[in-house]
C-alpha cells in the first residue's frame, strides 16, 4: 500500500492534520492507497502559493506559445505512461481497462488541443472615432479552482486544467476522494516541468472540508466544478458570495429518441453502449429510452437480448462493466431498482451479482425498467448506475415533450434516417449536446459541453471553454 503526498507551491506535503483518507480499489474493496486529508489550512496555503505564481514577474513572462510548449510536454508524458494511467485509472474508478485507455487518449488530446489554443486566443478594436484606439484584450483570471468527480477524473482534471493554464491562470487541483490516483500521476509530471511553483497545485480530501474550503476561498477567481446538482448549487453559491465565476457541470437524464426507420443494429448498439459505459456512472449517460411505440416489441427486445449478453467484472480484466463505485452509490442504484420492482416493470437485469475472486465488489446487473410514469423518480433522478428506463412516443411532438421533461438538458440521442425531423427536433430540445445517429461522438474533445437547464452553466471542451479562464479588458487610448 502506497501512501501518497498533496502537492502545493512546488513541494509534496502532508495535510497539516497529519490525516488520512483511505483510497479503495472498488473491483475488490481493497484499500491500496491513501492520500492526505486536507483541511481549510491546507487549501489556504494551495490558494496563496496559486495566487502568488500568478502575480509573479516569472509566470507573467511566459509566453503564450511556451504555456502551450509546457501542456504538449504533459501529453507527451501522458502518452508515453499510457499503460500504466489506464491501468490506474482502472484500478481506481473500477471501469473496464479498454474504457480507461480511451480516457487516458482523451486526456493527451486535451493536452494538445489547449497546448495547440494557448498562443491563439486574441483580442479586437472597436471602430469609435478619429483619434481614438479602443481595444479588447482577453486577460487570465488568476487562481482557477478545479473540483472534480470520482467517475472520468483523469479526463475531466485534463480538460479544464489544460484550458486554465493555456489562458495564463494558475491552479489548484481538488481531485475527487475516491478516485486520486491518475490525478497524482498527472501531478507527477506537472513536478518534473521546469514551472514556477504554485502554478499548479493538487490538493487531496473530503468534498464538504478541503472542497468546500477551495469553492468558498475569497482568493480564488473561478471555480470549475463537475458533480451532482447539489453540491454544485453550494460549490455555486459559494463562488456567487466572492462575486467569482463558476463553471458547472451537473449530469443529466439524457433520453435516446428512437424512429421506426433507425438503423436497428447501430441504434441498439450505440443504446446499450450509453448507458453501460463506466456502468452508467457517467453524466452523460443515456439513461432514457424514448421508442417510437409501433416500434417498441422489436427494438426494446434487441436491447433487451444485448443486455443479457454482457459481462461484469473487475476493472483490469475487461469485461463489459465494471463495479459501482462505493456503497452510497451501490445502495441508491439498489434502492431505486427495488423501487422499479413495486412501481413498474423489470424486463432485464434487476439484481445485485457476485463476481467470483471479488466478492467485496458492488456490482450490478445492467437493468432496463419499463413501464415507468414519467413523473416518477425512476423516470426524473439520476440513477447513476446502469440503469436504462424505457417510454414509448407516438409521433414527433410527444417524443418532444418526452425528452424535455425533465429539470436535466445534458445530451440527446436522436435515431432517424429523416434528415428533416431529426434538425427538427434537435431545434427544440433542451439538450447542450444533440447527437444524431451517433452518441458521443468519440469524446468529443473539440465540442462545447455543457447543460440546459440543472444539468449546469457555462461550457466546458473545444475553444469555447478557453473562455471560462479569460475576463475582458477594453483600453481606450486618445491620441493627436
Ligand atoms: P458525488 O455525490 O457523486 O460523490 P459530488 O458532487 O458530491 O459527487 O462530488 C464531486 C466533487 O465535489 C468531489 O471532488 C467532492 O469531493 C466535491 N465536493 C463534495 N461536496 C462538496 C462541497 N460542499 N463543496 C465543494 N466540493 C465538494
Redesign the pocket.
Known amino acids: 500500500m502506497q501512501h501518497f503526498k498533496m502537492y502545493i507551491n512546488g513541494n509534496w506535503v502532508e495535510s497539516k492534520k497529519k490525516e488520512h483518507i483511505d483510497v479503495k480499489n472498488p473491483s475488490n474493496g481493497s484499500v491500496f492507497a491513501s492520500i492526505p486529508r486536507a483541511t481549510q489550512e491546507d487549501v489556504e496555503d494551495a490558494v496563496n502559493a496559486a495566487r502568488t505564481a500568478f502575480r509573479s514577474e516569472k509566470w507573467r513572462s511566459i509566453k503564450p506559445h511556451e504555456r502551450g510548449d509546457i501542456l504538449f510536454a504533459i501529453a507527451d508524458k501522458i502518452k508515453a505512461d499510457r499503460d500504466e494511467l489506464a491501468r490506474l485509472e482502472s484500478m481506481d474508478v473500477g471501469k473496464p481497462l479498454s474504457q480507461a485507455y480511451a480516457d487516458v487518449d482523451a486526456a493527451i488530446r486535451y493536452f494538445r488541443f489547449y497546448g495547440g489554443a494557448a498562443d491563439k486566443v486574441m483580442g479586437d478594436t472597436i471602430p469609435i472615432e478619429d483619434g481614438l484606439l479602443d481595444y479588447v484584450v482577453r486577460e487570465p483570471l488568476g487562481v482557477t479552482a478545479h473540483?472534480?468527480?470520482?467517475?472520468y477524473p483523469l479526463q475531466i482534471i485534463s480538460r479544464s486544467v489544460a484550458a486554465a493554464i493555456a489562458m495564463g491562470n494558475t491552479v489548484v487541483v481538488?481531485?475527487?476522494?475516491?478516485t486520486p490516483m491518475t490525478a497524482m500521476r498527472l501531478t507527477e509530471f506537472f513536478d518534473a516541468l521546469d514551472l514556477p511553483a504554485g502554478v499548479f497545485n493538487h490538493i487531496t480530501?473530503?468534498?464538504?472540508e478541503?472542497?468546500?474550503a477551495?469553492?468558498?476561498h475569497p482568493l480564488i477567481n473561478h471555480v470549475t466544478?463537475?458533480?451532482?446538482v447539489?453540491?454544485?448549487i453550494?460549490?455555486g453559491k459559494?463562488a456567487m458570495e466572492n462575486v467569482v465565476p463558476s463553471t458547472l457541470e451537473l449530469g443529466g437524464k439524457s433520453p435516446n429518441i428512437v424512429f421506426s426507420d433507425c438503423d436497428l443494429e447501430k441504434t441498439v448498439e450505440g443504446v446499450v453502449r450509453a448507458i453501460v459505459q463506466n456502468a452508467g456512472q457517467t453524466c452523460s449517460a443515456g439513461a432514457r429510452l424514448l421508442i417510437e411505440e409501433s416500434f417498441k416489441n422489436v427494438f426494446l427486445q434487441k436491447v433487451i437480448e444485448k443486455f443479457e449478453g454482457l459481462t461484469v467484472g473487475a476493472g483490469l480484466d475487461d469485461k463489459d462493466l465494471g463495479p459501482i463505485l462505493n456503497e452510497?452509490?451501490y445502495n441508491h442504484v439498489l434502492s431505486l431498482i427495488e423501487q422499479a420492482k413495486k412501481e413498474a416493470s423489470v424486463v432485464a437485469g434487476g439484481n445485485p451479482i457476485t463476481v467470483k475472486g471479488c466478492e467485496d465488489g458492488l456490482y450490478v446487473q445492467p437493468t432496463i425498467i419499463d413501464e415507468v410514469s414519467r413523473d416518477s423518480k425512476l423516470a426524473q433522478e439520476e440513477i447513476?448506475g446502469p440503469v436504462l428506463t424505457v417510454f414509448t412516443f407516438v409521433g414527433e411532438s410527444e417524443a418532444l415533450d418526452l425528452a424535455n421533461s425533465t429539470d436535466y438538458g445534458l445530451v440527446t440521442g436522436i435515431w432517424t434516417q429523416d434528415i428533416s425531423r431529426a434538425h427538427y427536433l434537435a431545434s427544440r430540445i433542451d439538450s447542450g449536446q444533440v447527437f444524431i445517429n451517433n452518441y458521443g461522438a468519440g469524446g468529443g474533445v473539440q465540442m462545447p459541453f455543457g447543460g440546459y437547464k440543472k444539468s449546469g452553466i457555462g461550457r466546458e471542451k473545444g475553444w469555447i471553454a478557453l473562455y471560462n479562464y479569460t475576463q475582458i479588458k477594453n483600453v481606450a487610448v486618445k491620441y493627436n
Not at 481538488?174 to 475516491?178: F, L, P, R, V
Open positions: 473540483i472534480v468527480p470520482w467517475n481538488k481531485s475527487a476522494e475516491d480530501g473530503f468534498g464538504y478541503a472542497g468546500a477551495l469553492s468558498a466544478f463537475t458533480g451532482s447539489g453540491t454544485g453550494e460549490v459559494a452510497k452509490q447513476f
